[in-house]
């Protein structure tokens, strides 16, 4: 009920102050496992790939969001869970697959974190084990423009015109290696113009 309201919310928001432009949301595969793939310029990004997508999520982010109690709070109730950076968490990837295969959608940034370069030494290959360990079909993702909208170490929206666009899900085999896999997501992910 919350995470409806706040989506409905969020979507409001989006189409008013950015413009909003959404393509290829016929793309998205209406129920069973999902992981959607995306680069990651700003804080904004979660929240609109969550507001445009028909589709509840799940959100692997980052442990330090959930160091204030009802921050939190909050983001649990929304699907989020918690994910130590910078070495292989087990627990958020258990985590992860559970709710994968329970049939629910993904959220990931292959890079891990925000940045406007779009190279692949940056890669965690996170989303290769996910892709090859559930057969879960992934759906690239690119947005436009949130780095302008909100810059990093910024508070202040700006109303800048901002693009989602989805590409058509892929889907691995077993047999491929993690580092493979999140390799030809990512570029994937470049190639959508």
């Known amino acids: 009920m919350l995470y409806n309201i706040l989506r409905l919310l969020a979507f409001f928001l989006v189409k008013i102050v950015f413009r909003i432009k959404v393509e290829g949301k ?3 595969p209406q129920q069973g496992p999902l992981i959607i793939a995306s680069n990651h310029l700003s804080n904004l990004d979660p929240i609109i790939i969550g507001a445009v997508s028909p589709r509840r999520l799940n959100f692997l982010a980052k442990q330090e969001l959930f160091r204030n109690f009802l921050f939190a709070s909050l983001i649990k109730k929304l ?3 918690p994910v130590k950076r ?3 968490d087990v627990l958020a990837m258990k985590e992860a697959v559970r709710r994968l295969k329970k049939g629910g959608a993904l959220i990931l940034f292959p890079q891990g974190r925000r940045t406007r370069d779009l190279a692949k030494e940056n890669l965690l290959t ?3 084990f996910l892709a090859k360990v559930t057969q879960a079909p992934v759906l690239p993702v690119r ?3 949130t780095e302008r909208a909100l810059p990093p170490n910024s508070f202040i929206l700006r109303p800048v015109r901002v693009k989602v ?3 058509q899900p892929l889907q691995f085999s077993f047999q491929q290696k993690r580092e493979e896999i999140a390799e030809k997501i990512f570029d994937s992910i470049v190639n959508i113009s």
Do not use: L
Request: glycine share 28%; net charge positive.
């Open 79 to 81: 699907g989020a869970f």
């Open 126 to 128: 996170g989303i290769g």
């Open 165 to 167: 666009k989805f590409s």
């Open 143 to 145: 947005i436009f423009g």
């Open 26 to 28: 016929e793309n998205i």
């Open 86 to 88: 910078g070495k292989a």
